[in-house]
């Protein structure tokens, strides 16, 4: 493990580059900052060269982005080999942000790192830019004494709106760069709990628009207010019968593929420290729709769920504005589980709003699009990655690790396993009440130093099997 002298002098370092990592508001959503994801990819691009690195940009070429065409950020390809006897561990995580501003309700400025009571505040400092140097600052400690592996990185800068080019690059580089890979470990997701835990499973993502245009320009409604058939009542139709107010989907047929879970993860979210009512603390919420952790766990992790996230095109702004939208979109998602495949649910999905808008009898017109397609993720748990990561927990932490699925996607997992073969592992340093996507985002300090020591310990523990 850690020399107690070099742990104190990573301490002062891992601030430092985390605040200056922080600082770059690489929101890739924004068409205006695609030039801070690129400089936050070369920046990290930089850290590894200092680190002996082989480091490759892999250029992807351009996009267009609400209306403007603009570079896509490079991806990075990275590699330190000293032994080609020695395991080689691939580590995947991302650049890139979610929006933030300080007038959506952040407590601190949300791209200026600040510490209070031991958390570290900013966006990016658990999703994902903190686990990303925690690894890293791993990295750089273990070189003091010996590399014990061999070690690949892969970096992104597109993961929040989709991770475009990065699938396709996985498969032409399947044979080259992932050939002598061993263990693929993906550093984007928190802990169920206070306790140390290892995420073998997630969901995927059907994310999807349904537009509905009636008039071809807005209406005023006082001219044209019941006597026209307006677009954003028949939307708001849609959108209810879609989930009930339990959160059962009502789309024929949705749960049809669903496998429940097994009675050893049943054992798991049994024997689980998470703590509901912290949860309901720290976000607000009144109540979960179900009562019991276990079923909690059960229902966000291996049963599908419906969100609707919005709509675009009608009146949000303060004030008031008489207007009757000539056109909206309404954006929902439905997270998969396993079994459940992409093509299916759209299918069902876009029969069933259809024949519901049949029933409305209106004579506007909808469209359906599904943007987001990404399959879930499901791990066998029984290999050496797996054991090694337990084992790191237990040297680290001193506790036995937590063994869970999450709720949330990360596509590259499936996608990481599908195309290469490899075990693949996520093994994150995020705390169960982090906020990643939302406002006061927050990484503990705690969290990212003995995460550090934990992918150090990982790492040794791969070298020993």
Same mark, same amino acid.
């Given at each position: 493990?850690?020399?107690?002298?070099?742990?104190?002098?990573?301490?002062?370092?891992?601030?430092?580059?985390?605040?200056?990592?922080?600082?770059?508001?690489?929101?890739?959503?924004?068409?205006?900052?695609?030039?801070?994801?690129?400089?936050?990819?070369?920046?990290?691009?930089?850290?590894?060269?200092?680190?002996?690195?082989?480091?490759?940009?892999?250029?992807?070429?351009?996009?267009?982005?609400?209306?403007?065409?603009?570079?896509?950020?490079?991806?990075?390809?990275?590699?330190?080999?000293?032994?080609?006897?020695?395991?080689?561990?691939?580590?995947?995580?991302?650049?890139?942000?979610?929006?933030?501003?300080?007038?959506?309700?952040?407590?601190?400025?949300?791209?200026?790192?600040?510490?209070?009571?031991?958390?570290?505040?900013?966006?990016?400092?658990?999703?994902?830019?903190?686990?990303?140097?925690?690894?890293?600052?791993?990295?750089?400690?273990?070189?003091?004494?010996?590399?014990?592996?061999?070690?690949?990185?892969?970096?992104?800068?597109?993961?929040?709106?989709?991770?475009?080019?990065?699938?396709?690059?996985?498969?032409?580089?399947?044979?080259?760069?992932?050939?002598?890979?061993?263990?693929?470990?993906?550093?984007?997701?928190?802990?169920?709990?206070?306790?140390?835990?290892?995420?073998?499973?997630?969901?995927?993502?059907?994310?999807?628009?349904?537009?509905?245009?009636?008039?071809?320009?807005?209406?005023?409604?006082?001219?044209?207010?019941?006597?026209?058939?307006?677009?954003?009542?028949?939307?708001?139709?849609?959108?209810?019968?879609?989930?009930?107010?339990?959160?059962?989907?009502?789309? $024929?047929?949705?749960?049809?593929?669903? &496998?429940?879970?097994?009675? %050893? /993860? @049943?054992?798991?979210?049994? #024997? !689980?420290?998470?703590?509901?009512?912290?949860?309901?603390?720290?976000?607000?919420?009144?109540?979960?729709?179900?009562?019991?952790?276990?079923?909690?766990?059960?229902?966000?992790?291996?049963?599908?769920?419906?969100?609707?996230?919005?709509?675009?095109?009608?009146?949000?702004?303060?004030?008031?504005?008489?207007?009757?939208?000539?056109?909206?979109?309404?954006?929902?998602?439905?997270?998969?589980?396993?079994?459940?495949? $992409?093509?299916?649910?759209?299918?069902? &999905?876009?029969?069933?709003? %259809? /024949? @519901?808008?049949?029933?409305? #009898? !209106?004579?506007?017109?909808?469209?359906?699009?599904?943007?987001?397609?990404?399959?879930?993720?499901?791990?066998?748990?029984?290999?050496?990655?797996?054991?090694?990561?337990?084992?790191?927990?237990?040297?680290?932490?001193?506790?036995?690790?937590?063994?869970?699925?999450?709720?949330?996607?990360?596509?590259?997992?499936?996608?990481?396993?599908?195309?290469?073969?490899?075990?693949?592992?996520?093994?994150?340093?995020?705390? $169960?009440?982090?906020?990643?996507?939302?406002?006061?985002?927050?990484?503990?300090?705690?969290?990212?130093?003995?995460?550090?020591?934990?992918?150090?310990?990982?790492?040794?523990?791969?070298?020993?099997?």
């Amino acid at each position: 493990m850690l020399h107690p002298d070099l742990e104190l002098a990573l301490k002062v370092t891992e601030m430092k580059r985390l605040k200056e990592w922080v600082a770059i508001e690489s929101d890739s959503s924004d068409s205006q900052k695609r030039g801070e994801v690129i400089r936050m990819m070369h920046l990290a691009a930089k850290k590894l060269k200092e680190l002996n690195a082989t480091v490759e940009l892999v250029e992807l070429g351009r996009q267009k982005l609400h209306g403007y065409e603009i570079p896509m950020p490079p991806i990075i390809l990275a590699r330190i080999e000293k032994n080609p006897k020695k395991p080689t561990v691939c580590f995947y995580g991302h650049l890139d942000v979610q929006p933030a501003k300080f007038e959506d309700g952040w407590s601190t400025q949300p791209y200026n790192l600040t510490e209070i009571d031991g958390n570290l505040y900013g966006r990016g400092t658990s999703d994902d830019k903190g686990q990303v140097l925690a690894v890293l600052h791993a990295i750089e400690a273990l070189q003091k004494h010996e590399l014990p592996v061999n070690v690949k990185f892969i970096f992104e800068g597109m993961e929040e709106v989709g991770s475009n080019g990065l699938f396709t690059l996985v498969e032409q580089r399947n044979n080259t760069f992932f050939s002598d890979v061993d263990y693929i470990v993906v550093t984007d997701t928190s802990w169920l709990s206070s306790k140390p835990g290892i995420t073998y499973g997630t969901r995927g993502n059907c994310y999807f628009f349904v537009e509905v245009q009636g008039a071809t320009k807005d209406l005023h409604s006082g001219s044209f207010g019941g006597v026209v058939h307006e677009a954003t009542s028949d939307l708001i139709f849609l959108l209810n019968t879609l989930v009930n107010s339990s959160g059962h989907i009502l789309i $024929p047929g949705i749960y049809d593929a669903v &496998v429940p879970p097994s009675e %050893k /993860e @049943k054992e798991f979210f049994k #024997k !689980s420290e998470f703590n509901a009512e912290k949860i309901k603390t720290k976000f607000g919420l009144k109540n979960f729709t179900y009562s019991t952790k276990e079923e909690i766990l059960t229902r966000r992790s291996c049963y599908p769920s419906l969100s609707i996230h919005g709509i675009e095109g009608a009146f949000s702004a303060p004030g008031t504005k008489t207007v009757i939208p000539a056109k909206v979109t309404g954006k929902f998602s439905i997270r998969l589980v396993p079994n459940m495949e $992409p093509s299916e649910v759209i299918n069902q &999905v876009t029969d069933y709003l %259809k /024949e @519901k808008f049949e029933e409305r #009898k !209106s004579p506007n017109h909808i469209a359906i699009r599904c943007v987001i397609q990404a399959k879930p993720w499901l791990s066998a748990i029984d290999g050496p990655l797996y054991l090694a990561g337990k084992r790191a927990i237990k040297k680290v932490f001193n506790t036995e690790a937590e063994m869970f699925r999450i709720g949330g996607t990360i596509p590259i997992g499936s996608h990481f396993q599908e195309v290469t073969g490899k075990s693949a592992m996520f093994l994150g340093i995020g705390g $169960p009440d982090d906020a990643p996507h939302g406002q006061n985002e927050k990484l503990s300090r705690f969290n990212f130093i003995e995460g550090t020591k934990l992918y150090a310990a990982l790492l040794e523990e791969l070298a020993s099997l």
